[in-house]
Every structure is written in structure tokens, then in C-alpha cells.
């Protein structure tokens, strides 16, 4: 009798122990669990502060300005990493064809200028200072081409995206005519649809300075604006051949 009633005692005492453990594994679990939610939800939705709380300025503190200087490789070199430009990207504006290619601008029947769009801080760099290093890296005298490149392509222009940047050309411009004591032939335009050159294109001097050295130097474009200008041009990266 004894020994029965030991083990009804232990079989119950057994039972309660796998009670407890089940009671402690769903208590593990449950915990488990909130913490994955809780992680799940801080991932999905950021602190106010954190989006707030960003170092980089913001993109309505940016402006853009587009020029034309003959070859674009040329013209995103002399603007690439100057203090207070963002970034220098070559293209096709000016023209009436819907997303032009190279070849086509290159034919001559797209009217597009082969340019480059300049994204700039104004709290860094002022637009007149970017035009100063637009102008010393043109020949504003010559009106069909730059340089060795011919056509209508290659023609100098600058593209204004406000008033603003109108009457600011178009004071820098007289200050060239007085200071060459010649007529200045780069037009100034209302900026239109920007469309960026092929990849290949895209900061040519830096991924190919053997190549852009090469070009430039059978182009002779250091030595004739150094000649219009009196001083040595701006120079981006280039290996000299």
C-alpha cells in the first residue's frame, strides 16, 4: 500500500515538475518573441531625430549650373572636385532630340551642345567663381567649335537656370569682352532639358588619364588658353603622355 501510494506521489511530483518547465519555456518563448517585434518595428520606423540629424546638406541648399566648352570631358575635368561642387556630369542639352545618343549629337543634326551639368553649394562656392573657371577653360572667341573639335556641337554656351544666373553671365561675359578687347561669342541661353552622356563618358579623365592626356595635348588646349588668358588653365587629373 505503501509502495503505491510512493508512486502516485512520484508520478504527480513528475507532473508538476513538466508542468513548471512548460510554463518556463512558454515564458522564454513569449519574451523571445516581443523582443523580435519590438526590433522588427524600430527597424521599420526611424526616430524622427535620426532623419533629422544629417550632415550632408540638404538637396534644396544645391544649385545647378550647365555650360558648353567644346568636348565635355574637357569641361567636367576643369569643374571635378574644385571646393563646393558636388559633381560635374557630361551631357547633351540645347537640342530638340528626346534623349540623344553620341553619334547622333556627334552628326551635327540634333542641335544639341555636347555640355557638362555642374551641381554646386552655394554656401561654398559662388556662381560667379564658377564662372570664372568656365570662362579660363574656353575660347570664347571662336564660334563654330573648340579647339580640334569642329561643329555646332562644340560651340560655347552658358545655360541659365534663373534670372539670377542671367544677369550674372551676362556681367562676367561683358568683363571677358573688356578684358580680351574682343567680341565674345558663347551664348547665353535659358537652360533646357539636360541628358546625360553614356557611362563611357562619365569622368573620362580620371578613368583614362592616358588616353585623355593624349587627347588633350593633340587638341593643343593647354597652350592656346594659355595664350588667350595669360595664365596656365585649371587641370583636373591627367597623366601627361
Not at 534623349?99 to 551635327?108: D, F, H, K
Not at 555646332?152 to 580680351?180: C, G, M, P, W
Not at 563611357?200 to 588633350?216: C, D
Amino acid at each position: 500500500m505503501t509502495r503505491g501510494v510512493s508512486r502516485e506521489w512520484a508520478s504527480v511530483m513528475a507532473g508538476r515538475e513538466h508542468l513548471e518547465a512548460m510554463k518556463l519555456l512558454i515564458r522564454i518563448l513569449t519574451v523571445a518573441l516581443v523582443l523580435a517585434l519590438g526590433a522588427h518595428c524600430s527597424l521599420g520606423q526611424t526616430p524622427a531625430a535620426a532623419r533629422t540629424a544629417s550632415p550632408r546638406p540638404a538637396a534644396a541648399t544645391l544649385q545647378k549650373a550647365t555650360f558648353a566648352g567644346g568636348c565635355f570631358w574637357c569641361m567636367e575635368d576643369a569643374f571635378e572636385g574644385k571646393p563646393g561642387i558636388v559633381s560635374a556630369v557630361s551631357g547633351y542639352t540645347g537640342g530638340t532630340k528626346k534623349n540623344p545618343t553620341y553619334e547622333e549629337v556627334s552628326s551635327g543634326g540634333t542641335g544639341h551642345f555636347e555640355s557638362v551639368e555642374v551641381t554646386f553649394d552655394p554656401a561654398k562656392i559662388s556662381y560667379e567663381k564658377i564662372l570664372s573657371i568656365y570662362w579660363e577653360n574656353i575660347d570664347p572667341l571662336t564660334p563654330y567649335g573648340q579647339f580640334c573639335d569642329n561643329g555646332e556641337q562644340y560651340r560655347t554656351a552658358i545655360f541659365v537656370h534663373d534670372d539670377a544666373q542671367r544677369k550674372a553671365a551676362e556681367a562676367s561675359k561683358a568683363k571677358v569682352e573688356e578684358r580680351l578687347k574682343a567680341k565674345v561669342v558663347t551664348f547665353i541661353l535659358p537652360a533646357s532639358t539636360f541628358y546625360p552622356a553614356e557611362d563611357y563618358h562619365q569622368k573620362y579623365a580620371k578613368k583614362n588619364p592616358f588616353r585623355y592626356g593624349l587627347y588633350r595635348k593633340g587638341c593643343g588646349r593647354d597652350e592656346l588658353l594659355e595664350q588667350i588668358w595669360g595664365v596656365k588653365p585649371v587641370e583636373g587629373n591627367k597623366e601627361t603622355p
